[in-house]
């Protein structure tokens, strides 16, 4: 079936009909999250349900949603312990569970021990780790926002937080050395860039006879390496987590209780520079900044090759808005308006781009258009630009029109072919979806988007007089 989202919707969608539409889809999460609630993970299991419920209650003033939140983390328990989480990931592991727990136990104090117990899990499989930084030893599950380390440490800064402080040594630890491991990875000698993937390290799918093979695409089409530009598993993950607010405080970098705005020296040094290195990497020859999925290495160098490209697809996961969004909180990071320009210049240039190239044919989060209604929401927030504003406001009339009640959670998923999926989960299921349609309408549950790693901003109010669309 194809995508009906080639076209804009006739109206603005209002504040009411969100609710509605938050509503109807949290009703349907709490009947049942289907397939979800057999997966420990935050991508497409029971943790993501439990997320997006929780913010539902919070919104709603509803305690039969924080219920059925909870019974979700159970669901996540029980799937866990059929099937250990061998994986520190945040969207497919224990980091993941660790991020959900904590939003309960800000919440509900009998959740506090939980989650001492899982972050020290998630430290000690952290350490247990190797961290390669040679150049050529290096591959993006090692370090990205999905997988990597740049997930881990956000899950184990986000429960230090409600914690206060790091749950055990362990915890300690470990943060200080994924610190450490992401600003090694930012440094650019003029060589080859850490973060450069070679091909024996591409990432492996199961080939015809079920043994894992390279990806085949990746392997014909970058025979001398790569570099992945996307938000969820290139550089801009990195930035993203080095500009965290609280990253520059972890562990020993510098200094328990040190709160000041100043960041130390290597921490700024680190953003400074892969800001510039994203920057650099930009596309030539467009009338507005962006970034393709993936940079091959030069044959004779193993540099980035600066040759001419084609932007990704505009989305949370790759393209511009997901790199746009890291640069904005490098920019906040360090009081440096230079990337926060480059990002809005970033973000208002996909408008210009047709809607059918745009390929925006999913009202999902990880590369659809609940995904840009939350990057659009903060970032409007953040710069207070009008036009972005106005943006997030129509990406979110486009979301609003996917809804049809005869899909079993409202909201389908949509495959690059335009096949439907109906799938409860957060990254590309109706939890994500309800995150970002409540995020719209609720400041409270606006702060959920720290999961896609967005620096906390001001209110998202537009001003004296202003209201929300």
Not at 447 to 466: S, V
Request: hydrophobic share 40%; proline share 8%.
């Amino acid at each position: 079936m194809a995508s009906h989202s080639a076209s804009h919707p006739a109206g603005k969608a209002t504040d009411d009909e969100v609710l509605r539409l938050a509503r109807d889809v949290a009703d349907r999460l709490t009947a049942s999250a289907g397939a979800a609630e057999g997966k420990a993970d935050l991508a497409d299991g029971a943790p993501g349900v439990a997320l997006a419920l929780r913010y539902a209650a919070e919104v709603f003033d509803d305690d039969r949603y924080f219920k059925a939140g909870r019974l979700q983390l159970r669901r996540a328990a029980e799937a866990s312990a059929a099937a250990p989480l061998r994986e520190a990931s945040l969207y497919h592991g224990t980091a993941g569970v660790v991020w959900a727990v904590t939003e309960y136990a800000r919440l509900e104090p009998r959740y506090l021990p939980t989650l001492t117990t899982m972050t020290d899990q998630l430290a000690r499989q952290t350490l247990a780790i190797t961290l390669p930084v040679a150049v050529g030893s290096v591959a993006e599950c090692d370090f990205d926002v999905i997988s990597g380390a740049a997930g881990w440490l956000a899950a184990l800064l986000k429960a230090a937080d409600v914690l206060g402080g790091p749950a055990t040594d362990a915890a300690e630890e470990a943060t200080d050395r994924l610190v450490g491991y992401l600003l090694d990875l930012a440094q650019d000698d003029g060589g080859r860039p850490r973060w450069f993937c070679a091909p024996s390290h591409f990432p492996r799918i199961p080939g015809p006879d079920g043994q894992l093979v390279r990806l085949p695409t990746y392997v014909k089409q970058y025979p001398d390496g790569m570099y992945n530009m996307g938000f969820a598993h290139g550089p801009a993950g990195i930035l993203a987590a080095l500009s965290r607010p609280d990253t520059a405080y972890a562990a020993g970098i510098a200094g328990r209780g040190e709160r000041g705005d100043a960041r130390p020296r290597r921490v700024r040094q680190g953003i400074r520079a892969l800001a510039r290195t994203i920057e650099a990497l930009r596309i030539d020859g467009l009338d507005h900044p962006a970034w393709p999925y993936i940079v091959p290495a030069h044959p004779d160098n193993g540099r980035p090759d600066t040759v001419s490209r084609v932007p990704a697809r505009p989305g949370w996961c790759y393209g511009a808005p997901g790199v746009a969004t890291s640069l904005l909180s490098a920019s906040a990071a360090c009081g440096d308006p230079e990337p926060a320009d480059l990002a809005v210049a970033a973000l208002l240039g996909v408008e210009r781009t047709p809607v059918e190239q745009q390929r925006l044919n999913s009202p999902t989060m990880c590369h659809g258009l609940a995904g840009l209604v939350t990057i659009y929401g903060r970032a409007a927030a953040q710069t207070g630009a009008p036009d972005l504003w106005r943006m997030h406001d129509d990406f979110r009339s486009r979301l609003c029109s996917h809804a049809d009640p005869d899909h079993p959670y409202l909201f389908p998923n949509y495959t690059p072919t335009g096949e439907q999926e109906h799938q409860a989960g957060l990254l590309v299921g109706a939890a994500g979806v309800l995150l970002a349609l409540l995020g719209t309408v609720s400041d409270a549950a606006a702060g959920w988007d720290e999961l896609l790693f967005l620096t906390p901003g001001p209110a998202r109010g537009r001003g004296p007089g202003a209201t929300q669309a």
